[in-house]
C-alpha cells in the first residue's frame, strides 16, 4: 500500500510538470464554462447511479467520498 | 516590436479579463442570487426470469445557493422505499425449502428448483446531505459536508471535507480530502451470531450477539483535474477507504451441502459471516470532450480490496445535440468484478470457514447498463429530462445463479429561481 502511494504521488507529480503544456488562457474558457463540460453536470443522476450500483455491486469509491451510508440489502 | 512581446499582451488580457469577470460577479451578487432547484423521481424494478424481486421509488430534491461570491450552500432531500424480495443466499433444491423470516416469528417457503428469496423486505430510508463549498483564498476552495440517513435497521452519520488549490493559471486542480461516517446496524430480531443455523421453525430463535452493531466508515480522496486544451477536461482520482465494525449482512443465510449439492443435516442453512475490517482502493479517471456542440464522457474505474474484489468499471455517455435545447443522451456501463476470498456458491458439508457468504452480490459477477435519456433545456433556467435504462447482473464465474434484470425510470426536473 505505501508503495503504491509513493508510485502514486510520483505519478501525480511528474504529470503535474508535464500539464503546464496543457490547458487554456482564461478567455478560451467559454466551452468548458458551459454546463455539460462541467465534471458532474447532474449530481442528482450520478448520486442516484451511485446509490444503485453500491447497493448491487461490490466495489465503491473512486469519484468522491462523502455520500452517507445505507444498510442495502 | 509588439510581436516580440506576445507574453505581456497575453497578460495583461487575462488580467483584464479577470478583472471584468469578477467584476460581474460582484454586481450580479448585489442582485439577489437564484436557487437552483434539482428534482427527480427514480423507479428501479428488479426481476429475474421466475420472479419480481425489489423495486424502489426515490424522489430527491436537491437545492443550491450562492450565498456570497463563490460560496456555495447546497441541501438534498432524498426518500426512498424499497418493496419486494431478496435473494437470501440459500441454493435452489428439488424439494421445497422453508425458512423463517428475519424476526423469527413468521416463515415462508420457497418452490422446488426455485431461488429462495426473502419476501419480507420492506423498508422506507430518509436522507439529508448539506454541503457548503467557500473559497478559502483566491486558489484555494473547501467543500464542507454533513450527512444523515434513516431506515428502520440501519442509521448513517457522516462527515467530509475536501481542500482544493488551482495552479497553472487554474488549469490544474489538486483535491485531497476525507470523510468519516459512523453507522449502526439493528438488525430485525437481533444480530445473529456468525455461522450459527437459521432456524427452520419459529418454535426455535436464533443465536445473537446482540441488536444494536457499528460499523465505521474512512475514506480518503487525492485528485487532480487538468484542463486539456479549450474542448476537454481530465479528472484522475484515487480513494483509500477503511471500513471496520459490523460488516456482515445479516438477513443472508448459506446453504450446507453434500457433493451433489443437496442439503444436508438438521441445521442446513448458516447465517453468513464476514471479516471485521475491509481496505478499499480505487482508482478513477475521467474525460470530458466537447466535439462540436456534442458530449463525450468516458470514465474507468480499477477498484480492489483486501477482501479479493477486484473489479473494472467502464462508462460511456454521448450527449448528442438535437438544436433548439433538445439532446439525446446514451449510455453505456460495463462492470466486471472478481469474487471475495469467502464466497461461498453453497457450503460444503463439513467445512467450517472463519468467514463465508453466500451473497451473490460478493461473487464473480459481470453487469452492463443500456440506457438513453432525453433532455430539453428550455433557457438557462430550466431543464425537463427523463431516462430510461436497463440494468442486467450476471454470473461471472461457476457460480450458477440466474441472471437479475433491472429497468430504471428517471424523470428530472431542474429551475432557477
Request: charged share 20%; glycine share 8%.
Amino acid at each position: 500500500m505505501f508503495r503504491f502511494t509513493i508510485t502514486l504521488l510520483l505519478l501525480t507529480l511528474t504529470s503535474l510538470s508535464g500539464c503546464s503544456n496543457f490547458g487554456v488562457q482564461p478567455w478560451e474558457r467559454d466551452v468548458l464554462a458551459q454546463k455539460k463540460m462541467q465534471l458532474d453536470p447532474y449530481p442528482v443522476d450520478t448520486y442516484l447511479d451511485e446509490h444503485i450500483y453500491t447497493s448491487r455491486e461490490a466495489s465503491s469509491g473512486g469519484r468522491g467520498i462523502g455520500g452517507g451510508g445505507c444498510g442495502c440489502n | 516590436m509588439q510581436l516580440k512581446k506576445p507574453k505581456s499582451i497575453r497578460s495583461a488580457l487575462a488580467v483584464a479579463t479577470c478583472s471584468m469577470l469578477s467584476g460581474v460577479s460582484h454586481h450580479a451578487l448585489a442582485e439577489s442570487t437564484p436557487w437552483e432547484i434539482d428534482t427527480a423521481l427514480l423507479y428501479y424494478g428488479e426481476s429475474d426470469a421466475d420472479n419480481s424481486r425489489v423495486t424502489v421509488v426515490e424522489p430527491v430534491i436537491r437545492a443550491r445557493k450562492e450565498i456570497a461570491d463563490d460560496e456555495f450552500l447546497t441541501f438534498r432531500f432524498v426518500f426512498d422505499s424499497l418493496t419486494g424480495a431478496s435473494a437470501n443466499g440459500a441454493i435452489p433444491q428439488s424439494t421445497p425449502q422453508t425458512f423463517t423470516s428475519p424476526s423469527g416469528d413468521a416463515t415462508y417457503t420457497t418452490s422446488a428448483n426455485q431461488t429462495p428469496l426473502d419476501p419480507t423486505f420492506h423498508d422506507s430510508r430518509g436522507a439529508i446531505n448539506a454541503e457548503w463549498e467557500l473559497p478559502l483564498s483566491r486558489l484555494t476552495k473547501g467543500i464542507f459536508s454533513a450527512n444523515f440517513s434513516k431506515e428502520f435497521d440501519y442509521t448513517s452519520m457522516g462527515l467530509a471535507a475536501t481542500l482544493s488549490r488551482d495552479f497553472n493559471n487554474r488549469n490544474t486542480t489538486l483535491s485531497g480530502g476525507l470523510s468519516y461516517n459512523a453507522d449502526t446496524v439493528s438488525p430485525v430480531g437481533g444480530a445473529p451470531a456468525g455461522l450459527t443455523p437459521m432456524p427452520t421453525t419459529t418454535a426455535i430463535k436464533k443465536t445473537t450477539i446482540g441488536s444494536d452493531q457499528d460499523k465505521n466508515e474512512a475514506d480518503l480522496l487525492l485528485g487532480v483535474t487538468q484542463v486539456i486544451n479549450r474542448h476537454t477536461l481530465m479528472q484522475l482520482n484515487f480513494t483509500y477507504g477503511m471500513d471496520d465494525g459490523y460488516l456482515t449482512d445479516p438477513y443472508k443465510i448459506l446453504s450446507v451441502v453434500d457433493n451433489t449439492g443437496t442439503l444436508v443435516g438438521t441445521d442446513p442453512y448458516l447465517f453468513e459471516k464476514r471479516p471485521d475490517s475491509r481496505a478499499r482502493q480505487a482508482i478513477y479517471w475521467k474525460t470530458v470532450h466537447q466535439f462540436s456542440e456534442d458530449v463525450l464522457n468516458v470514465s474507468y474505474r480499477y477498484y480492489w480490496d483486501d477482501w479479493g474484489i477486484a473489479s473494472h468499471t467502464l462508462d460511456l455517455k454521448y450527449r448528442a445535440e438535437l438544436g433548439r435545447g433538445h439532446y439525446l443522451e446514451p449510455h453505456l456501463r460495463y462492470y466486471s468484478q472478481s469474487k471475495v476470498d469467502f464466497y461461498y456458491y453453497a457450503l460444503p458439508d463439513g467445512t467450517s470457514p472463519d468467514y463465508a457468504s453466500a451473497d451473490y452480490r460478493l461473487a464473480d459477477l459481470d453487469a452492463t447498463t443500456i440506457g438513453l435519456k432525453y433532455g430539453i433545456t428550455r433557457d438557462e433556467n430550466s431543464e425537463l429530462a427523463i431516462r430510461a435504462e436497463r440494468y442486467t447482473q450476471s454470473s461471472g464465474g461457476d457460480a450458477p445463479f440466474p441472471d437479475v434484470n433491472a429497468n430504471i425510470i428517471q424523470l428530472n426536473y431542474s429551475l432557477n429561481f
